[in-house]
Antibody, heavy 116, light 107 residues
Framework: EVQLVESGGGLVQPGGSLKLSCAAS????????VNWVRQAPGKGLEWVSY????????KYADSVKGRFTISRDNAKSSLYLHMNSLRAEDTAVYYC?????????WGQGTLVTVSS | EIVLTQSPATLSLSPGERATLSCRAS??????LVWFQQKPGQAPRLLIY???NRATGIPARFSGSGSGTDFTLTISSLDPEDFAVYFC?????????FGQGTQLEIK
């Protein structure tokens, strides 16, 4: 069974940093790209970042470029999102989502709240 | 960036009725259009990929159609469990973008 479990969310002050993790199981992690997608409270979905299975292709939304860094450790079947210079508008549930040409599985998400 | 516009924003129907949801792209996305369902407090669930292909385990009452800029998700006969928010997403070009969602509510 494919499982994606996010962790690392919490309350952080504006300008602060946070590192999210996503633990994958139930599939061969290094053969799949993975995305981060976020959803602000009561709002729609916003794609954040993508990393290919071998980390050779990395993409970011303009809204996070230069502030967020996506990475992965295939030996640990884990995905990460390093978030710096956080703003109030980054407040959202952050989902990791597996991609097989299209997004097919999502984790349950981790909530990031940016507030003083 | 490709903008996806979903309509209507809210659709009020009764169980057993037919639901038709629309997603329009600001430029062609070929057939690279995906539909997700999201229920309160849950992660999205894949329904349809590449415009018309049902994902594994998705009931046959869900169908997708369209290509280019105009796409439709049809639920042939609504089950009570189908009342949720539906999002479309394009995977044609970066950045991936989502529609704003259609809330399907019980009338």
């Amino acid at each position: 069974e494919v499982q994606l479990v996010e962790s690392g969310g919490g309350l952080v002050q504006p300008g602060g940093s946070l590192k999210l993790s996503c633990a994958a199981s139930g599939f061969t992690f290094n053969t799949y790209g993975v995305n981060w997608v976020r959803q602000a409270p009561g709002k729609g979905l916003e794609w954040v970042s993508y990393i290919s299975g071998d980390s050779t292709t990395i993409k970011y939304a303009d809204s996070v470029k230069g502030r967020f860094t996506i990475s992965r450790d295939n030996a640990k079947s884990s995905l990460y999102l390093h978030m710096n210079s956080l703003r109030a508008e980054d407040t959202a549930v952050y989902y990791c989502a597996r991609e097989t040409g299209f997004i097919d599985y999502w984790g349950q998400g981790t909530l990031v709240t940016v507030s003083s | 960036e490709i903008v996806l516009t979903q309509s209507p924003a809210t659709l009020s129907l009764s169980p057993g009725e037919r639901a038709t949801l629309s997603c329009r792209a600001s430029q062609s996305v070929s057939s690279y259009l995906v539909w997700f369902q999201q229920k309160p407090g849950q992660a999205p669930r894949l329904l349809i990929y590449d415009a018309s292909n049902r994902a594994t385990g998705i009931p046959a009452r869900f169908s997708g159609s369209g290509s280019g800029t105009d796409f439709t998700l049809t639920i042939s006969s609504l089950d009570p469990e189908d009342f949720a928010v539906y999002f479309c997403q394009q995977r044609y070009s970066w950045p991936y973008t989502f529609g704003q969602g259609t809330q399907l509510e019980i009338k």
